[in-house]
């Protein structure tokens, strides 16, 4: 598992936009009612895992399939069977290789 502090970035509308410094993951859009029903304030922690039985049970967790390949990171989409509060995930090539991720990542999002 490997786990990543995101700050605030911006706020949306609908959304508020967390990024992470060394921008190992991208930009992950949490919808303002999923902010405030985790208590979320300035900084999230996102951890990451190859399924949903490694992860704390606590906070917002998803899985997420393989949707297209860039350069060096791949996009994530949210899989139809989840509740879909936060869409995409942009993830390093390099990390995804270190936990040995095929096409499915498990996601989990929560306060610090």
Known sequence: MYSFQMRHHKDTPYKAVFKEAMNRIGRIYVPHELK?????????IVQIDTDK???PMKGYITTMK???EYGNCVRFKENITELG????????REVLEA???NDVLAVRIDTI
Not at 36 to 44: A, H, Q, V
């Open 36 to 44: 405030n029903k985790l208590g979320i304030m300035y900084e999230i």
């Open 53 to 55: 039985k490694y992860l």
């Open 66 to 68: 393989l949707n297209k």
């Open 85 to 92: 509060e936060i869409g995409y995930i942009y993830v390093q």
């Open 99 to 101: 936990l040995n991720v």
